[in-house]
């Protein structure tokens, strides 16, 4: 219980501080992709009975490199690459882990939905080492990410190795994704990436701001998944991201109602002059 | 190398272009364009929309592959050129929005990137040359305030404060006025004034000047992928040369004709 405490944690407070660089690039969908290519790399490992953890690791980071390098060749539109990645990971995954030895549903569903309870000791330290490179990658690169990721062409001007960010994005997605796969499961995980940078969007006002609202929301919804999932007996990935969910609408409709009574308090003053727009023929 | 590169070695060339051809899909956009900007000198390339002129800063800028022929920046050739602090780009417009807030400060921020390289984390010199270049645009009072809630003449100056506070040496436009309210223009003019007069060299795109256009030192007008008018800059046809026309048009004019085409022009079908 205290083992998937503490990996519940440490996924709640990485997931996010990756996610939101997704968000602000507009692939919120690419943490799923890679989870369903994740799936295979499960397969291969069980077939050929080394770690799962381990090949899906392999796995998923070249399925990110191959959708990164689509991406920057352009030729493929995003959208269409992720759907190819959607189907041909899950196929491969279910194919592999049919054909190996011990497939059972159970074992399945393990790694689509989480399995916290059956943590080791061996994978709280994966998942600890892993989480924490993650984070120190996402918050020491924070500048350069952001420049990327907000304006890439910009970037690419600075002079900012544009390519090998992105790379570094691809794998440390690929990373996030397989270790998240103990806590909420692969057909959840992009959620923990998202839905706290989602809900903390709503009331902040810059990024860095934004990054360390949606960290607090993240672990708070882990801890407390992890904890209210053993109350009541549900399954704890899913749980997590119910109480994410949660957040988002809480903060979104008290933000809302928040606005509008300082609206009726204090009208505003003065309008701005419109913006006249010139014509570009 | 061409006599023209080695005689802006020899000078002070800051961008040197030589017969430079640029296509896309088999499709040429530039067919032979030569260009020299010396230090210290406000340029302006104008043409017609579909003429290629910002195909030609994109292509100096790298971020369209050169076809033919040779750039130069800062006399190195384009594809060894290191220095890119030494240059501040002003793209369009704001990359889209995309729901993650960013503030002012943290946009004009990512302009210190290119002199600090991506190790470093900002220290008092970057902020201070953050404060610095929004005060310049005049926008200091916004810098915590999230861009999306900024106009597009804000947003537009937040991209200038940007590639101001890298403190470069050569200024890249591209269109830098497009859209912008006439308030915002003049700010935007002022801006461009002080960096040429502190002996900043400019380089810009634009389809009219406004009140940019007593900074001009000299235009190149681009034209069926060619420089067709080197020289001052040209008057506009149209009904642009009008006194008193004040460059500002509401965003749905219900008639196209006299929009501006800098002469000579074939009247590429308005988009």
Known sequence: ?281 | MSERASAARAGNGVVEVCHLAVGYDGREILRDVSLCVRAGEVVAILGANGSGKSTLIRTILGLVPVGRGEIELFGVPQRRFKDWARLGYVPQRLGAGSGVPATVGEVVASGRLARRGIFRPPGSADRAAVREALTDVGLLDRIDDPVATLSGGQQQRTLIARALAGKPDLLVLDEPTAGVDAASQEAFAAVLGRFAAAGGTILLVAHELGPMQPLIDWAAVVHDGRIAHEGPAPEPAGHHAQPGHDHVHPHAAPQRAGICEWAPTDRLPAN
């Open chain 1, 1 to 281: 219980m205290l083992r998937a405490l503490v990996a519940a944690l440490i996924i709640g407070l990485a997931a996010p501080s990756l996610g939101i660089y997704l968000v602000q690039r507009r692939l919120s969908l690419i943490g799923d992709g890679i989870g369903h290519v994740a799936l295979t790399g499960v397969g291969v490992g069980l077939l050929l009975h080394q770690s799962p953890v381990l090949s899906a690791v392999v796995v998923s980071a070249v399925g990110a490199v191959g959708v990164e390098l689509i991406r920057q060749r352009g030729r493929t539109s995003g959208d269409l690459a992720l759907a190819l990645l959607f189907y041909g990971g899950i196929a491969g995954g279910v194919v592999l882990v049919g054909l190996s030895n011990d497939s059972s549903n159970a074992n399945l569903m393990q790694y689509l939905f989480g399995s916290l309870v059956t943590t080791s000791p061996q994978d709280i330290v994966v998942i600890g080492t892993l989480g924490a490179l993650v984070l120190v990658a996402m918050v020491t690169f924070r500048p350069a990410l952001f420049a990327v990721s907000n304006d890439e062409e910009y970037a690419r001007v600075s002079g900012l190795p544009v390519r090998t960010l992105n790379l570094l994005m691809a794998v440390t997605t690929a990373v996030t994704v397989t270790i998240a796969m103990r806590t909420v499961g692969l057909l959840l995980v992009s959620a923990l990436m998202v839905v706290p940078v989602a809900a903390a969007q709503q009331v902040t006002r810059g990024f860095r701001s934004t990054m360390a609202a949606a960290m607090a929301i993240g672990l708070g919804a882990a801890g407390a998944g992890v904890l209210v999932s053993a109350e009541i007996d549900t399954a704890p990935g899913a749980t997590t991201v119910i109480l994410a969910l949660a957040a988002f609408v809480a903060i979104t409709v008290g933000s809302t109602a928040w606005r509008a009574l300082r609206r009726r308090a204090h009208p505003p003053q003065e309008v701005e002059p419109p913006d006249v727009v010139l014509q570009r023929a």
